[in-house]
């Protein structure tokens, strides 16, 4: 579980860096809705970098629950 963890963590940073870097949002003014596009033309919500986010947090907490039952041991 350990490497798993270690896997997670790497695989939400590298998610949450890229994104932030290379991820633009390309307005279709046909198919979109005032919900989803802002007025100057980004993304509200970047549902891409929060997955980044919670890959990290999920390996984070895999790496402490492996840490702790080591230690239980």
């Keep these: ?5 270690i896997l ?3 695989a939400g940073i590298i998610i949450t860096v890229a994104l932030i870097i290379y991820y633009k949002s390309v307005p279709n003014l046909v198919d979109s809705d005032s919900m989803t596009i802002a007025p100057d033309g980004h ?4 549902w891409p970098i929060f997955i980044g986010i919670i890959f990290t947090f999920v390996g984070c907490v895999f790496y402490y629950v ?3 039952e080591k230690k239980a041991e």
Excluded: G, N, P
């Excluded at 579980?1 to 963890?5: A, D, N, Q, R, T």
């Design 1 to 5: 579980m350990k490497k798993i963890s």
């Design 8 to 10: 997670l963590i790497i």
């Design 43 to 46: 993304m509200v919500a970047k």
């Design 66 to 68: 492996a840490q702790s």
